[in-house]
C-alpha cells in the first residue's frame, strides 16, 4: 500500500469518526431538556406578608378593650349619678362631663392608634419587598438554569453540526484528492 493509500485510509478513518462524533453531540443535545420551572415564593415571605397585612387591616385587641373600658367607665359614672344626684342639673351637669371625658378618652386613643397603625404601615411596606425581592431571586435562579440548559444544548448542536459537515467535507477532500492522485497516475502510465 503506497503512502497515498494510507493518507487516504486514515483521512477517511479520521473524516468518519468526526461524524461520528458530530452524530454523538447532536444526540446528547437532545437528551438535555431545558426547564422553565415553576414560580415558588419562599413560605416565610408569604407568612410575614399575611401577619403584616393582618396587624395593618385588623383592629388591635388593646384599642377594642381600651375604647370598651371608656364606655364602661362613662356607664358606670352616669349609673352613679343617677343614684346619688340630688336634682336634675346636678345629673345633667354630671352626664355632660361625663360625655366631654368619653370623648376626650376616645380622641386620645384614636390618636394613639393612629401612631400604632402607621408603625405597622411601615412594616407592612417591608413585607411586601421581602415577599417581592424573595419571589424575584427565586424565579432569577430558576431562569438562571433553564438558560444554562438552553446554552449547553445549543453548543452541543452547533459543535455536532460542524463536526458532521466538516467529517463529510474531509471525506469529499479525500475523494477529490485521491481522483487527482488516480488522474495523475494514470496519465505517467501512458
Not at 503506497?2 to 458530530?22: E, V
Not at 437532545?30 to 426547564?35: H, L, M, S
Not at 364606655?71 to 344626684?85: C, D, I, K, L, T
Amino acid at each position: 500500500m503506497s503512502l497515498i493509500g494510507a493518507g487516504a485510509i486514515i483521512g477517511g478513518a479520521g473524516a468518519l469518526g468526526k461524524s461520528i462524533f458530530g452524530i454523538t453531540q447532536m444526540g446528547k443535545a437532545n437528551k438535555i431538556k431545558p426547564e422553565f420551572a415553576k414560580y415558588e415564593k419562599n413560605p416565610l415571605a408569604e407568612q410575614n406578608l399575611g401577619a403584616a397585612s393582618n396587624l395593618f387591616y385588623g383592629r388591635n385587641r388593646a384599642f377594642t378593650q381600651a375604647q370598651a373600658n371608656i364606655g364602661q367607665a362613662q356607664a358606670n359614672r352616669m349609673a352613679n349619678a343617677q343614684r346619688n344626684a340630688t336634682d336634675s342639673a346636678t345629673l345633667l351637669a354630671t352626664g355632660a362631663d361625663a360625655a366631654g371625658q368619653t370623648e376626650l378618652a376616645l380622641s386620645n386613643l384614636a390618636g394613639q392608634e393612629a401612631q400604632q397603625q402607621a408603625g405597622v404601615l411601615d412594616n407592612l411596606s417591608r413585607a411586601y419587598a421581602m415577599s417581592i425581592n424573595e419571589g424575584d431571586k427565586v424565579q432569577a435562579n430558576k431562569m438562571m438554569k433553564f438558560q444554562i440548559d438552553a446554552q449547553a444544548q445549543s453548543a452541543l448542536r452547533e459543535s455536532g453540526m460542524g463536526n458532521i459537515f466538516g467529517g463529510v467535507s474531509d471525506i469529499a477532500g479525500g475523494l477529490m484528492q485521491y481522483g487527482n492522485y488516480k488522474n495523475i497516475a494514470d496519465a505517467l502510465k501512458k
